[in-house]
């Protein structure tokens, strides 16, 4: 049985988003997370902070889906002004994969205390409950992100996303 997804807490100020992750941030959190960053952006957010103080570790398909974010954050001429995606106090594990998949790059890595959230006021969310052929089609989105932003990684994940594709065929 696969680990339970992640928690994740959003926080909105008058010029910034808070979002704290607590747990595994995996696959199953994925299809959740990557709407709520992309309803935030098309509600005119271009600052969001990433508190992983929490955050155990993160599966290829949520980094995979975190790339393709900071991808949209930082590429000019995107539906206006470009952002910034920012990873505070991300573990050493979690840096460690950062730098192996070669997308440390798109993000502000920074180390200090936790983020405040004291002045910002809390999001709701409403869990979606994806199907599976969701899932799977995010899973194969986000890596073939990765392989697409390192070639390095097309060795990593080709039979993983050959495996997506077919079943996505079925």
């Known amino acids: 049985m696969s680990a339970p997804a992640a928690n ?13 992750i607590t747990g595994r941030a995996n696959f199953t959190c994925s299809v959740d997370f990557k709407a709520l960053m992309h309803r935030l952006w098309d509600k005119g957010q271009r600052r969001f902070v990433l508190d992983l103080t929490d955050c155990l570790l993160m599966d290829s398909t949520f980094l995979g889906v975190l790339a393709g974010f900071s991808q949209k954050l930082t590429t000019p001429g995107n539906a206006g002004p470009t952002g910034c995606l920012e990873l505070v106090n991300a573990n050493p594990r ?21 983020v405040s959230t004291d002045q910002m006021q809390a999001v709701a969310q409403k869990p979606s409950d994806p199907d599976r052929k969701e899932v799977t089609k995010l899973c194969l989105e986000a890596h073939e992100t990765l392989m697409a932003i390192n070639p390095a990684n097309v060795s990593k994940f080709k039979d993983v996303a050959k495996f997506l594709a077919e079943d996505l065929q079925k």
């Not at 994740?8 to 704290?20: A, D, Y």
């Open 8 to 20: 994740v807490s959003v926080w909105m100020g008058e010029r910034l988003v808070c979002v704290k």
């Open 94 to 114: 979690i840096l460690d994969l950062l730098e192996n998949l070669g997308i440390a790059h798109l993000f502000k890595l920074v180390q200090h205390a936790p």
